[in-house]
């Protein structure tokens, strides 16, 4: 919204030295969100007069038209003698009055006005337009023709209104009525201390029978319709400077004096009116539901399909308007034209005023619907006041009659649905409870009467709020008028005191110690939106009945095609890896924690918790109960090459084995066993997929998954060949590991190494063999590691070698041979109990 601070002072007296900064400030207090102020004006300088043009001759020995021009600018140039202009502009005539800027002059973007040669003729001055002013859109093109009646030699500057501030105001959607003049000028008058001149206090007739007729058939739609009607409208007659520089200033374009009208009021009052060709509507004028397939050729020229659900202004032929969007082309308000046979100025002469209040949620979904945006449209879904529509239409018959020369018909039609006003019971300390500040009851009181609130009672408010806040709904609402009115900035600053002994949680240090300890193995933290779509589940190839395509759906998503919570957290990495693929970054180890979401069963309704105190617990368990399950993950992903090559070697390739790793750099953190299993899932490679399992409680648990993901998934999501990717849960490690992180021993006892080959069947895992050995070695066994896989006929079809290196030693004492020996033979007794596995050589 731009507020012209000219336009603003009719309303409010403020100091005559306050400046746009000022009172920028002063409604950025009051929790108006001013953007900028525009200086009009600003480096223009005269001599800027009014001029009449005296004589044109036409140059015709130039390439494009040029004319020599004799402008009358009375005494402006202090020898009352015509002033010489060269001007290349056709738009004017012998007699027009124009705007003449003589030598000296600076207009904006510092063009300096002199007399020069040019043509082969002096010019002395330049006939100007309004882009050459700074003056913005006045619906014409070229040089701006002022009205006959103007006196020739005085200041433009003034006439125009060129030098002025404008506030451009970010209106939030919860205050709609700092779309208008007026709600600005209440903030303004509040914040001063200062009166308000309502501009909706006028006298205004009651309805009758007399006025044209109306007929609202979805009065949930529209409460309230007010239709006026003026007759004897002159074709010619245009719009003022005055109101033409006020559109102006405010961003909108001038179109006919008509429209102008009913722009200007809506800038002023808040209130959006549409202007009917009175000989276009055909019988009486309704309100209703769209039939599904009806058609409307809009103001834009735009053939629309109406939705059911759509609020239409109709006549006997059908829809002529969009309720609260946008009117219709048939029964536009005609320009005027000369008619071709007689010769006269044929237009609009009568009109019928439409002043209604439409439903918020109908206009905006129409609008979105339509993807028509209008400037009705944006002050109807943030709420218009009801009680304005019809001061509105007696405001614009007034302006007609005085402008246009018309006649008000003494019809007046009001439709109006009963309606109570809203009523709020709130304790008078309330807000101090909420802000934390005495306030006292008679400055609860005093700021919510500013507001335009009625208040009543003592310890216990009963407040009616005004019909122009349909945003104030609770008593929290009050509580923060009285507290923006009072100052943001007188808000005291106190610091939480958190009890002593009290740290990161268990989880969040675990979190912590996963991201460092993944940085430190290479890979890079990506964070992501956690936002998907079912398309990104389907390119990873899951099953239909897969739990994790059962997703919380957001009401209001950011994005229509990511409409619910992730359930997984490889779409988001997996997007990234993509991007950053595609930018020419071939190598790449990407992780990511964060949360997932599941949905509950049978979640319950959040409750809506209080401000004023801290919630019971019975109050927080309750919202608790209505979250999803959100449980914490962590994730890599890696393409391209994990080594890379050298002088000291050769590099080589990201592959299953290093997603595995990653799940085991993360187990570790927490001192935790993770059991790898061969497995099909999913993204997975059906033979380069492992499930991770963590005993949680005496119970195997799955805890996720890792390998090389199949190619129909790389094809799907565009991702280089042979990916890989690994997603854990953590808190599932974090059970598993216990509560407290056990740090490794460092023993000053010497170690004993035992190397052992055995000879299995190929389809029994490495890691199995592994978790047997370790069982079986007992105590004495500090890590175990293989160093070797061999197949080949030595050793026989179907058959490969397992070669492990493990590592005894005690912590009190030098482990002997026979010691060492023992243990190794344990443990290979126990492999070879469970899988039949042999010492190879044995």
């Known amino acids: 919204m731009r507020v012209p601070l000219s336009w603003l002072r009719e309303y409010v007296d403020l100091p005559a030295t306050a400046t746009g900064r000022d009172v920028q400030t002063k409604l950025i207090a009051a929790g108006l969100e001013v953007e900028a102020v525009e200086r009009l004006g600003a480096g223009l300088t005269g001599p800027l007069v009014v001029g009449r043009v005296a004589a044109i001759e036409e140059l015709t020995e130039f390439k494009k038209p040029i004319r020599h021009c004799l402008v009358d600018v009375a005494d402006a140039n202090g020898t009352g003698e015509p002033q010489e202009i060269i001007c290349g502009a056709r738009n004017f005539a012998v007699g027009d009055k124009v705007v003449v800027a003589l030598p000296g002059a600076v207009l904006p973007g510092d063009f300096r006005i002199a007399e020069r040669k040019t043509y082969g003729r002096m010019s002395r001055g330049m006939i100007c337009s309004s882009d050459e002013l700074g003056m913005g859109d006045d619906g014409t093109r070229g040089i701006i023709v002022l009205p006959p009646e103007i006196e020739t030699g005085i ?93 102006q200033k405010a961003g909108m374009r001038t179109v006919s004096l008509a429209v102008d009208i009913t722009n200007y009021v809506m800038l002023e009052l808040g209130q959006p009116l549409h202007a009917y060709d009175r000989t276009l509507v055909h019988g009486p004028i309704g309100v209703r539901r769209a039939e599904d397939g009806e058609k409307l050729t809009t103001l ?152 335009g609130c009625d208040v009543y009672g003592q310890d216990e408010l009963v407040v009616t709020v005004p019909s122009w806040r349909p945003d104030l709904t609770e008593i929290n609402d009050l509580a923060e008028e009285v507290i923006r009115l009072e100052g943001y900035e007188n808000l005291p600053s106190t610091l939480p005191r958190p009890p002593a002994g009290r740290g990161l949680t268990l989880r969040q240090r675990l979190h912590r110690r996963v991201g460092r300890a993944l940085a430190g193995a290479g890979y890079v933290e990506a964070p992501n939106y956690p936002f998907i779509g079912k398309q990104a589940l389907d390119q990873l190839g899951l099953a239909a009945d897969d739990p994790l395509r059962r997703l919380v759906k957001l009401v209001n998503p950011l994005s229509d095609e990511e409409p619910a919570l992730r359930s997984t957290l490889l779409p988001g990495l997996l997007g990234a890896l993509r991007r950053n693929a595609g930018r020419g970054a071939h190598d790449l180890a990407l992780f990511e924690t964060g949360l997932v979401f599941h949905p509950a069963a049978g979640a319950a309704v959040a409750l809506r918790l209080p401000v004023d105190r801290r919630p019971t617990d019975e109050e927080i368990a309750a919202l608790d109960a209505a979250l999803p399950v959100q449980p914490r993950h962590a994730a890599v992903v890696l393409a391209g090459a994990r080594e890379q090559s050298g002088w000291w070697g050769e590099g080589r390739p990201a592959d299953w084995a290093d997603a595995i790793e990653a799940a085991r750099v993360i187990a570790r953190e927490t001192g935790t066993e993770l059991v790898v299993e061969q497995a099909q899932y999913g993204p997975w490679h059906p033979g380069r997929c492992a499930a991770l399992h963590v005993v949680v409680d005496g119970v195997k648990t799955l805890a996720g998954y890792a390998g090389e993901l199949h190619p129909r998934v790389v094809k799907a999501l565009g991702l280089p060949e042979r990916t890989c990717a690994m997603e854990l849960g953590l808190d599932l490690v974090e059970r598993a590991g216990g509560d407290t992180l056990v740090a490794p021993r460092i023993s000053a006892f010497p170690v004993a190494t035992q190397d052992v080959a055995l000879v299995v069947d190929e389809e029994i895992p490495a890691a199995a063999v592994e978790h047997l050995l370790t069982l079986g070695a007992g105590e004495l066994l500090e890590s175990i590691r293989l160093f070797d896989v061999f197949t080949g006929e030595q050793i026989g079809a179907g058959k490969k070698s397992l070669a492990y290196a493990l590592r005894f030693r005690a912590a009190d004492r030098t482990l002997t041979v026979e010691e060492a020996t023992a243990a190794r033979d344990a443990a290979v007794a126990r492999a070879a109990e469970s899988t039949g596995a042999v010492l190879r050589g044995a």
């Open 155 to 247: 200041d433009a500057t003034v006439l125009l209104e060129l030098y002025d501030e404008v506030l451009d105001i970010a209106v939030t959607p919860d205050r709609g009525y700092a779309l208008s003049l007026r709600g600005v000028a209440r903030e303004a008058a509040t914040a001063y201390g200062l009166p308000l001149r309502d501009p909706a206090l006028l006298d205004v007739p009651g309805p009758n029978a007399h006025g044209y007729p109306v007929q609202v058939s979805d009065p949930v739609g529209c409460d309230r319709f007010t239709a006026r009607t003026v007759t004897g409208l002159d074709p010619e007659a245009r719009s003022p400077i005055w109101l033409r520089r006020r559109l």
């Open 300 to 451: 834009d020229g735009v053939s629309r399909v109406l939705d059911a659900s759509d609020l239409v202004i109709t006549d006997d032929r059908g829809p002529i308007a969009l309720a609260g969007v946008m009117g219709g082309a048939h029964t536009e308000i005609a320009d005027a034209v000369p008619d071709p046979e007689t010769g006269r100025i044929r237009g609009t002469t009568e009109v019928v005023i439409e002043s209604a209040h439409f439903d918020p949620v109908t206009v905006a979904r129409t609008s979105r619907r339509h993807k028509l945006i209008s400037e009705g449209s944006k002050r109807f879904e943030r709420g218009v006041d009801p009680q304005a529509a019809a001061a509105a239409a007696q405001r614009t018959v007034d302006l007609l009659v005085l402008l246009a020369g018309g006649t008000a018909e003494a019809g007046v039609t009001q439709v109006i649905s009963p309606s109570a006003p809203r009523t709020i019971s709130m304790s008078a300390d309330h807000p101090d409870r909420v802000a934390g500040v005495e306030y006292g009851r008679e400055t609860v009181v005093r700021r919510l009467q500013q507001v």
